[in-house]
T-cell receptor, first 110, second 115 residues
Framework: SQKIEQNSEALNIQEGKTATLTCNYT??????LQWYRQDPGRGPVFLLL?????KEKRKERLKVTFDTTLKQSLFHITASQAADSATYLCALEYTDKLIFGTGTRLQVFP | DAEITQSPRHKITETGRQVTLACHQTWNHNNMFWYRQDLGHGLRLIHYSYGVQDTNKGEVSDGYSVSRSNTEDLPLTLESAASSQTSVYFCASGTSGLLNTGELFFGEGSRLTVL
């Protein structure tokens, strides 16, 4: 079965720095991969989608890469702000379903 | 503005009782999904629907059922609640099938406790 791995440990980063979150998957090559943001007590909110034939996607301070050889996606937030503190989930298409990782909590401190 | 709402937001029930969680969306999306979120497991798909009268089982469907009688609503029913079903439940809707691309819009979640 498909397995998605995100670092379960929180990522602590200083304001202004670039945060990099990792999403690894096994056993399957998805047609696309998505990233969501989730704040405590709230539902996930869509951020970005990247297709298998795209190497990189950008949206404002966000950048996502997708390496189908390494079976990995990297999610970057440049010039991190305190407001970026949240849990970030990756999700990939797998046999007609959207499978989510467990998420990585990002904490941005002054 | 279009939205997706879940009710109740919090519920406590007893083992063996039937529970229904409501999900209503005004996006006019054909596709609707129910996930549960637990520590260490992330979001797991329970059931989903691609249109009226269509329902499909997800990876953790045992003990749950859904029905789709109109575009706006996909209620989730726990026929006989068990303590293992204590969780936070999220409803989501989207414009295209999961084989396509398309973001999911999530509700705010329903926290269910089964005693």
């Amino acid at each position: 079965s498909q397995k998605i791995e995100q670092n379960s440990e929180a990522l602590n980063i200083q304001e202004g720095k670039t945060a990099t979150l990792t999403c690894n998957y096994t056993n399957y090559s998805p047609a696309y991969l998505q990233w969501y943001r989730q704040d405590p007590g709230r539902g996930p909110v869509f951020l970005l989608l990247i297709r298998e034939n795209e190497k990189e996607k950008r949206k404002e301070r966000l950048k996502v890469t997708f390496d189908t050889t390494l079976k990995q996606s990297l999610f970057h937030i440049t010039a991190s702000q305190a407001a970026d503190s949240a849990t970030y989930l990756c999700a990939l298409e797998y046999t007609d379903k959207l499978i989510f990782g467990t998420g990585t909590r990002l904490q941005v401190f002054p | 503005d279009a939205e997706i709402t879940q009710s109740p937001r919090h519920k406590i029930t007893e083992t063996g009782r039937q529970v229904t969680l409501a999900c209503h969306q005004t996006w006019n999306h054909n596709n609707m999904f129910w996930y549960r979120q637990d520590l260490g497991h992330g979001l797991r798909l329970i059931h989903y629907s691609y249109g009226v009268q269509d329902t499909n089982k997800g990876e953790v469907s045992d003990g749950y059922s859904v029905s789709r009688s109109n575009t706006e609503d996909l209620p989730l029913t726990l026929e006989s609640a068990a303590s293992s079903q204590t969780s936070v439940y999220f409803c989501a809707s989207g414009t295209s099938g999961l084989l396509n691309t398309g973001e999911l819009f999530f509700g705010e979640g329903s926290r269910l406790t089964v005693l």
